[in-house]
């Protein structure tokens, strides 16, 4: 008999084949972390079951079978090659496997040559991810299925991890968007992402095998696939079990059961892991820590006995609903803290219901909401005011701490923290899109042990060796946090060790401090998170200084928007009563605006029978105001009405197409004109979309790329689409020089990207990809190198006729750029003489484009600012000493920008910067250390595909906020 065991990372799967072969036995289960421990009551069962003392051959696969086996000397077999015999004895004729499991994910090409492809550290996209969203949406994985088979909008959401997902799909929950529509859109992340992150480039097509178990028991997720590979795949018998089949077909080493399972149990028993100091040496210890922040207390009244006057704060956060009712002192009379089931309406109704019956003699005066779901609620209830999230949290906060300097909330999956100078709000810190230092990483990793966090959190406090486990995402982290249980770590070492983690994330990737003391000492520590004891301790050894936890931590962002609206009540609150409350209706309506080129998906919530509506997922304010957001003031709306009106012109040499992305969005006067003077037809691929970047998607080689790279494959294949026969886009080392930097390249990405299309796109016979090094940064020598690029693909074009033509693209550009200035100055004597805020919303040229920026300039109009952009402003500046080398002209442009305003009162910057950047690494410091040496706060958005404003609106009504305090 030959027994094959797959150890993967959530489940063991186990097959017995007979001596032709044939299955006698097999089983899947999930180990939940004990692997000896299943291991060897698998085969213990399958010894005194099957095997019954006859001759056995056993291999071992799987992603964590290699280490048991090399210590328990049992014959071993790398997963995929297993996968490769396995399917070569069943399905011969496979092309491609597309194989997903509990943290791993691959795709085996067996035609066209064998290669195989696997994602790394992160566990994006796999079982795991899934396990993580069908929790978020408090549904299993069953009925999760089911429901996408009945969606009607797909959402863009990230698959690249779990963490990043739920900053997607949480607030689209608390919008009130379907399951259906969201469980289907997950499935089609996990699709794009396992294409676009592993085939990278090379074409998945002919006859493809499903494997795994997320494929396997998810029907949907197979429908996901098929419709982005545009082909019907394979899920076969017995398709759980391919890695153990392989494993077993290929066993040859005949084994002894009884001492493989002595040495299984005794594996791990006496291995080592990295330990750091215990939280507390003993209990007086803790008990004097318990004492000293217990007397950071809110004062509480009896809402039995009170009369009169009480203000409602309400705070909907990310994955938690909590509220409290006020008395007139600021005294808490009632509260409530709970989980939202991604729809906070129902419990805020029930929470009212509740104060109105319980508490006939108590007058709600005012309600305020803050949170994820703020505007939700304000329209579903009526409540009086709406206040961003750091202004409650920093209100709350100097109740307890009247100098505050510092404040930091840690939540379920968002981080805020903020610096308080002169008694506002000066510097802020948000965690972007990733909530690996927050309560959820916390929360999943109590859930995967089988703990809940409030049991799991306590363990850690006497941990005699905490593991270090570094400050890594949740995904990253589960290989590690079962590589220390292999190597004897308790759950009470992995439960301190993981709360280190959150600490060492929040102090060191998302504020990044050099020093306790950049921070301040006056600190006020908030939020869920840091109800958890080990948690508040180890921030407090790591900063070196005692910090302010109030006994409502949890409360706070209610509490302050409570203290918020008890300072501007009016005596009469405009919350529905009682009686609206009990026949209380919430319709929620998908559509589509189409008002735009945007075509946001929206989320209709009709409350009260029609009385009410809230409007969720839109880019701007046409589907709320039926009318268009003002452009007069939009320096990125004129940029892209400018450059749109670069149409193409009949010519004697026929069509030539420019792919509208990157450098093309600040260049496409110069090339337009020289291509429009030479006699060719310049054709331009449409405006990026969601549907041109998934057209591209598979011929794209990296997923670490910036996205706006990533859009260009898209482009291109646009163009080719289109049948244009020849398509230009240049390598380009330089940039023109500006006088402002040390040198003017283009950044890498920007200046070789074509040699990457070119060597990733196969293009139709007759094709020319003119892709040639040109540098337009030489007047002179540019038309004589340009003379013999063209030559190459094009005859009977003279030397001056290219002299002519690049004349007047020099004169093009320059026309443009005078454009652009003089526009700005106008937008700027406009916004001043109507006391407007000014926002330079800074960036690449190609930010423009409206797929990648997300209309995060519509947003800024709609909160009546002016938006004009870098250039505008870098033209008005001498150059100047950096502490970085500055040498690229669309840095030395935001530098430029940053010195510029650095007096003005009345602008202020915030920097896009796109994931996977590498070079914003430095630019994003130095434009910070610019700005705050002259007193002005550092705002950055972060942009990829994906396209929820929630944080960045945030981030915007912080910053207002800030500047208006």
Excluded at 434 to 459: H, M, P, R, V, W
Excluded at 565 to 583: F, M, P, Q, W, Y
Excluded at 701 to 720: E, N, R, W, Y
């Amino acid at each position: 008999m030959k027994i094959g065991l797959d150890v993967g990372s959530t489940t063991i799967k186990c097959v017995v084949l007979d001596d032709n072969n044939q299955i006698l036995y097999q089983s899947y289960e999930r180990h939940y972390s004990q692997i000896t421990e299943k291991m060897a009551e698998l085969l213990t069962k399958i010894q005194k079951e099957i095997v019954k003392g006859k001759q056995t051959l056993l291999t071992v696969s799987g992603s964590a079978g290699m280490g048991i086996s090399q210590t328990c000397k049992l014959p071993f077999i790398q997963e995929v090659y297993a996968t490769r015999v396995a399917v070569g004895k069943l399905i011969p004729d496979a092309d491609v496997i597309i194989e997903l499991g509990g943290e791993d994910a691959k795709i085996l090409f067996l035609s066209g040559g064998t290669e195989v492809r696997m994602n790394g550290t992160c566990a994006g996209g796999t079982g795991a991810f899934i396990d993580q969203m069908a929790t978020l949406l408090n549904i299993p994985l069953d009925e999760m299925d089911r429901l996408a088979e009945q969606y009607e909008k797909i959402y863009t959401i990230a698959s690249r991890c779990g963490v990043f997902a739920k900053s997607d799909v949480q607030p689209l929950l608390n919008q009130g968007a379907r399951k259906s529509d969201i469980s289907a859109s997950i499935f089609a992340a996990v699709a794009n992402q396992t294409i676009a992150g592993l085939a990278q480039g090379r074409k998945i097509d002919g006859k493809v095998i499903y494997l795994g178990g997320p494929l396997t028991f998810l029907s949907q997720l197979r429908e996901s696939f098929d419709h982005a590979l545009q082909t019907k795949g394979i899920c076969p018998e017995n398709s759980l079990y391919y890695v153990a089949i392989g494993a077993a077909l290929s066993s040859g080493i005949e084994t002894d059961l009884d001492t493989a399972l002595e040495s299984i149990k005794a594996y791990g028993t006496t291995a080592n892991f990295l330990s750091i100091p215990p939280l507390f040496e003993n209990q007086e210890e803790y008990d004097e820590f318990k004492r000293r922040h217990a007397e950071c207390r809110v004062p509480r009244g009896n809402a039995e006995t009170y009369e009169g006057d009480a203000y409602l704060g309400i705070d909907a956060g990310s994955t938690t609903v909590k509220a409290v009712l006020l008395g007139k002192d600021g005294e808490v009379l009632d509260s409530i803290y709970k989980g939202n089931s991604g729809n906070p309406v129902p419990i805020i109704r029930e929470y009212l219901l509740s104060l109105y019956n319980k508490y006939p003699k108590i007058q709600i005066a005012a309600g305020a909401v803050t949170g994820y779901g703020e505007e939700l609620l304000k329209n579903a209830f009526n409540i009086d005011f709406g206040i961003v999230e750091t202004v409650a949290h920093f209100t709350a906060a100097k109740c307890f701490l009247p100098n505050v300097d510092f404040v930091i909330d840690i939540g379920g999956q968002d981080m805020k923290c903020f610096k308080i100078h002169n008694g506002a709000i000066d510097n802020i810190f948000l965690n972007e899109a990733c909530s690996s230092g927050c309560g959820s990483f916390l929360q999943t990793f109590a859930n995967t042990l089988g703990y809940d966090i409030e049991d799991f959190a306590k363990l850690g406090l006497f941990a005699k060796h905490p593991v270090d486990l570094g400050s890594r995402c949740t995904v990253f982290m589960n290989s590690q946090v079962k590589q220390a249980q292999k190597d004897g770590a308790t759950t009470e070492d992995i439960s301190a060790g993981l709360s280190v983690s959150v600490v060492k994330n929040a102090i060191y990737k998302v504020i990044r401090a050099a020093s306790a003391e950049e921070l301040g000492r006056n600190i006020v520590v908030q939020g869920g998170t840091f109800l958890n004891d080990a948690v508040l301790r180890i921030f407090e050894n790591e900063l070196g200084v005692h910090v302010s936890r109030p006994d409502i931590s949890g409360l706070m962002g209610a509490y302050g928007a409570g203290i918020y609206a008890k300072n501007r009540s009016t005596g009469e609150s405009t919350i529905i009563k009682k009686d609206e409350l009990e026949n209380f209706q919430h319709e929620v309506k998908v559509t589509s605006c189409g008002r735009c080129s945007n075509n946001c998906r929206l989320t209709i919530n009709v409350f009260g029978g029609g009385a009410r509506r809230f409007i969720g997922g839109n880019r701007c304010e046409k589907p709320v105001t039926k009318r268009s957001s003002s452009d007069e003031l939009n320096m990125y709306a004129f940029k892209l009405q400018t450059l749109r009106s670069y149409q193409p012109v009949k010519g004697k040499r026929g069509q030539i197409g420019l792919p509208m992305g990157l450098n093309m969005y600040e260049l496409l006067p110069f090339w337009h004109t020289f291509f429009t003077q030479l006699g060719f037809e310049v054709v331009l691929s449409p405006l990026s979309s969601r549907e041109l970047y998934i057209e591209g998607q598979h011929t794209i080689p990296s997923d670490t790329v910036c996205f706006p790279a990533k859009l260009m494959h898209g482009h291109v294949q646009a163009l080719i689409d289109q049948g244009i026969e020849n398509i230009f886009y240049p390598c380009m080392s330089y940039n023109f020089d500006e006088g402002l930097g040390d040198n003017h390249y283009n950044c890498p990405v920007v200046a070789y990207y074509p040699e990457v299309i070119s060597a990733n796109m196969s293009a139709p016979d007759g094709l020319h990809f003119i892709h040639d090094y040109v540098g337009i940064h030489r007047k002179h020598d540019f038309p004589i190198k340009m003379h013999g690029v063209l030559a190459k693909y094009f005859d009977g074009i003279s030397l001056s006729e290219i002299k002519k033509a690049a004349k007047a693209a020099y004169n093009e550009y320059d026309n443009y750029l005078a454009r652009i200035h003089e526009k700005g100055d106008r937008m700027i004597a406009q916004a001043q003489k109507e006391h407007r805020q000014i926002i330079v919303l800074s960036g690449r040229p190609y930010h423009l484009d409206p797929e990648i920026n997300h209309g995060i300039d519509k947003l800024i109009i709609s909160l009546g600012a002016a938006v004009i952009s870098e250039d505008v402003l870098s033209c008005k500046v001498h150059r100047f000493p950096t502490a970085v080398l500055n040498q690229w002209t669309y840095h030395s442009r935001l530098y430029a920008a940053a010195k510029y305003i650095g007096d003005k009162p009345d602008m202020n910057l915030v920097q896009l910067v796109s994931f996977g950047c590498g070079v914003d690494a430095i630019t994003t410091d130095e434009v910070r250390r610019i700005l705050e040496e002259n007193g002005k706060i550092y705002t950055q958005i972060k942009i990829d595909e994906i396209t929820n404003l929630g944080t960045v609106k945030i981030r915007l009504r912080s910053l207002f906020a800030a500047l208006e305090s």
